[in-house]
């Protein structure tokens, strides 16, 4: 077995079988991290950092998108899907204009989702779902207007659509979940 092979073989083992609402939460504080690197590449004007970062980025929002329930269609699900795309669509325009205010939308949007996910889904009180690395607090961002890929959230709303059967996360029946957005 080479190295690389066995490498493999300990990631797909390493998250085979994990809870799927601990491998969302993972993806949640994998996109934050990556942010914070593209912002840090946008910075010092590193475009291998910042391409790359915004990459790794995109394909867990598309992961998370992919990821919701094909057969929820409420109003919960279809905000998400919704909000997915848009940052789907307005992250590659980091990479034109070299301007992190769509990088800072977006952590401030995951940043929420995240802790929504921790508190509402995983149980846990906000003094244990306290991000992993201290941040300092971002004054929240300005309005943007619709046709710019972004909607303000409209009041808190039940969420559903993450987890068990068909289009469900990690595919394992894990029954319906409900969180605040």
Same mark, same amino acid.
């Given at each position: 077995?080479?190295?690389?092979?066995?490498?493999?073989?300990?990631?797909?083992?390493?998250?085979?079988?994990?809870?799927?609402?601990?491998?969302?939460?993972?993806?949640?504080?994998?996109?934050?991290? $990556?942010?914070? +690197? @593209?912002?840090?590449?946008?910075? #010092?004007?590193?475009?291998?950092? %910042? =391409?790359?970062?915004? &990459?790794?980025?995109?394909?867990?929002?598309?992961?998370? $998108?992919?990821? +919701? @329930?094909?057969?929820?269609?409420? #109003?919960?699900?279809?905000?998400? %899907? =919704?909000?997915?795309? &848009?940052?789907?669509?307005?992250?590659?325009?980091?990479?034109?204009?070299?301007?992190?205010?769509?990088?800072?939308?977006?952590?401030?949007?995951?940043? %929420?989702?995240?802790?929504?996910?921790?508190?509402?889904?995983?149980?846990?009180?906000?003094?244990?779902?306290?991000?992993?690395?201290?941040?300092?607090?971002?004054?929240?961002?300005?309005?943007?207007?619709?046709?710019?890929?972004?909607?303000?959230?409209?009041?808190?709303?039940?969420?559903?659509?993450?987890?068990?059967?068909?289009?469900?996360?990690?595919?394992?029946?894990?029954?319906?979940?409900?969180?605040?957005?």
């Amino acid at each position: 077995m080479t190295p690389s092979n066995g490498y493999t073989s300990y990631i797909n083992n390493h998250y085979e079988g994990m809870d799927p609402n601990t491998l969302i939460l993972m993806l949640y504080r994998g996109a934050l991290k $990556n942010i914070r +690197l @593209a912002k840090e590449g946008v910075e #010092e004007n590193n475009i291998q950092k %910042r =391409g790359e970062n915004i &990459s790794k980025v995109i394909a867990i929002i598309s992961e998370l $998108n992919s990821s +919701l @329930a094909s057969d929820m269609k409420d #109003e919960s699900t279809e905000f998400l %899907r =919704g909000l997915y795309s &848009s940052m789907l669509l307005e992250l590659p325009k980091v990479s034109l204009n070299n301007d992190p205010s769509i990088l800072d939308l977006t952590e401030t949007y995951l940043l %929420r989702l995240t802790e929504i996910w921790e508190t509402s889904v995983m149980g846990k009180t906000s003094a244990q779902a306290a991000p992993a690395e201290p941040q300092a607090q971002a004054p929240p961002p300005p309005p943007m207007q619709r046709d710019q890929g972004y909607e303000a959230p409209s009041p808190p709303r039940p969420v559903h659509g993450y987890g068990g059967g068909a289009g469900g996360y990690g595919g394992a029946p894990t029954g319906r979940r409900s969180f605040t957005v």
